[in-house]
């Protein structure tokens, strides 16, 4: 979908606002982005309680394709256009762009990452995997996990979410460290399942982590 949803928080801080673009699970897609306000206004809320400064959050939406059997799924290429597009016609801090997502978001947030590692201060994919979809993981787990060493990353998942186990979620953390980061995090919320991301994007330790990240 070309539109997208910008709110923006307009809390005292650095003269540039950050910039946190948030990628919607499998429930999202469709071709009307005003269904995503309250996924969106629950980040700004974050922001806004934790008193992260001035950030703008953007929430495009996946509509429906061909691809995943027409269930439509995040391409890294198309993320890139928006990022382009958003830099022409928004005023953020380039250091400060923050990449997080949710469920077929979280991969979103993984292939992402990985594409167009340059572009994020950090990476938080939550209840993601690692693959193309939900059911794969993907052979080049050490490629991705050797890239996204260079970026911080926090990853978040539900002990008991039997859709996308927090197993899947492990394993990207774990190859990423033992390529040698010291920069990738994981929390697995022990009475949390698929819907962990409630918890996530209410929790403090998700904004101080994000908003203590800057790119060089």
């Not at 391409?75 to 256009?81: G, M, P, R, V």
């Not at 979280?106 to 059911?135: C, D, H, N, R, T």
Request: proline letters at 3%; a positive charge.
């Amino acid at each position: 979908n070309p539109e997208y949803l910008l709110f923006s928080a307009k809390n005292k801080g650095d003269k540039k606002p950050g910039l946190l673009i948030y990628l919607h699970g499998a429930g999202g897609v469709a071709d009307d982005v005003l269904r995503l306000q309250g996924q969106a206004r629950a980040l700004l809320e974050g922001i806004n309680r934790f008193e992260k400064g001035r950030c703008h959050v953007v929430v495009p939406q996946c509509s429906r394709t061909r691809k995943a059997g027409g269930r439509g799924t995040w391409e890294a290429s198309d993320l890139d256009l928006l990022l382009k597009g958003l830099s022409s016609s928004l005023n953020f801090n380039s250091k400060r762009i923050y990449l997080t997502g949710n469920s077929m978001g979280g991969y979103g947030s993984w292939k992402w990452g990985v594409k167009s590692l340059q572009l994020f201060a950090a990476i938080a994919p939550v209840v993601g995997g690692i693959g193309g979809m939900i059911e794969d993981v993907t052979p080049d787990l050490h490629q991705w996990a050797a890239k996204l060493a260079k970026v911080p990353v926090y990853a978040f998942a539900g002990a008991n979410d039997r859709l996308v186990p927090a197993e899947r979620s492990e394993r990207m953390v774990n190859a990423i460290r033992k390529a040698g980061s010291k920069l990738a995090k994981i929390k697995v919320y022990q009475d949390q399942g698929h819907n962990a991301r409630q918890v996530v994007y209410s929790s403090k330790e998700f904004y101080d982590w994000m908003f203590a990240q800057k790119s060089k």
